[in-house]
């Protein structure tokens, strides 16, 4: 069953999921700094982003199971 005809595009879009979170950490292509050390850091900060996320759901069903 699909969420939405597939005749129409959908009438909204949620992006507000994991992956969508991760993927505005990448560096802008309009960046000025586009150096490994930039790109490094930003695949840090989505490593932490994920990492929190995990141990928060973690966590969570440690202490409702």
Avoid at 3 to 17: A, C, F, W
Wanted: aromatic share 10%.
């Amino acid at each position: 069953m699909s969420q939405y005809d597939l005749k129409e595009s959908p009438k909204y879009v949620i992006n507000t999921g994991l992956a969508s979170r991760i993927e505005r950490l990448n560096l802008d292509w309009m960046d000025s700094d586009q150096s490994a050390d930039a790109e490094n850091e930003a695949f840090h900060r989505a490593m932490a982003l994920a990492g929190g996320e995990f141990m928060e759901v973690r966590l969570f069903w440690n202490v409702h199971i």
